[in-house]
């Protein structure tokens, strides 16, 4: 579809040879570029952080897609925004004053993106999402790659579509886990608009085709 969003995951990137790898994904038809940023505390791993997305961004004018699974987002708002996101996700779940970090988000010039866990409604979001740029439906438990879809996104998805009307948001929809080309025309008929993958495009023999297949499939 014309206005599809793929956005692969870095994390299943081999972090040794980043700079090849964005290279890649620079030649290939990815639209934006997702960043995963753990804390070891609101999910039970660690990635990378500001200064490597700094570094990362020297080599790409693809969108960053910023996903932020730590705790207190607040804390780096406008150190992430430095570093080169374009788009910061926060999970509803870590952020107490959720309105106020959204609006943080949107001061430092960046577009604000809310990510839901598999167990948290979409009804949760619907004070703020007229507000939103992104809304980030998790398709597995945040904090690591590789795990298998949850079905439950589906209707989640319908939910949130429905739930755009009558708020008059424009966010977009994107999912994130254990996305591929068999699953990845079900979400966008259910209504998601972009699709996170890590392991699929990373794993595969050729992630460039690979991107062109979720592209187009
Ligand atoms: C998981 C991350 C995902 C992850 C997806 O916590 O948020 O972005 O990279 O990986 P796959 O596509 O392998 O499920
Ligand atoms: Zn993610």
């Known amino acids: 579809m014309e206005n599809r969003i793929i956005s692969p995951s870095l994390l299943a ?3 040794t040879n980043l700079q090849s790898e964005i290279e890649m994904l620079n030649k290939s038809d990815a639209d934006w570029l997702h960043l995963d940023i753990m804390d070891g505390v609101f999910v039970p791993n660690i990635t990378f952080g500001m200064p490597v997305i700094k570094q990362m961004r020297k080599h790409s004018d693809k969108i960053f897609d910023v ?3 730590i705790v ?3 804390r780096f708002v406008e150190d992430f925004a430095k570093a080169g996101a374009d788009i910061l996700v926060v999970h509803y779940e870590a952020c107490t004053h959720l309105h106020r970090t959204i609006q943080l988000i949107k001061q430092h010039g960046m577009k604000a993106g809310v990510s839901l866990n598999p ?3 979409v009804s949760v979001l619907s004070e703020v999402l007229a507000d939103l740029d992104v809304v980030l439906i998790m398709s597995v438990n945040p904090g690591f790659g590789g795990q298998k879809f949850i079905e439950n996104t589906y209707s989640k998805i319908k939910e949130l579509a429905e739930l755009k009307k009558v708020k008059g948001s424009n966010a977009i ?3 994130d886990g254990g996305v591929n080309t068999e699953i990845l025309p079900k979400l966008e008929k259910a209504g998601a608009q972009a699709f ?5 495009v990373f794993n ?3 992630p460039i085709e690979t991107i062109t297949d979720l592209k187009n499939c």
Request: no cysteine; aromatic share 8%; hydrophobic share 40%.
């Open 173 to 175: 929809i994107e999912i």
């Open 67 to 69: 996903h932020l699974m």
């Open 72 to 74: 207190n987002p607040d």
């Open 196 to 200: 996170v993958a890590g392991s699929f």
């Open 119 to 121: 167990h948290t409604p």
């Open 204 to 206: 595969s023999s050729n």
């Open 13 to 15: 990137a081999d972090f």
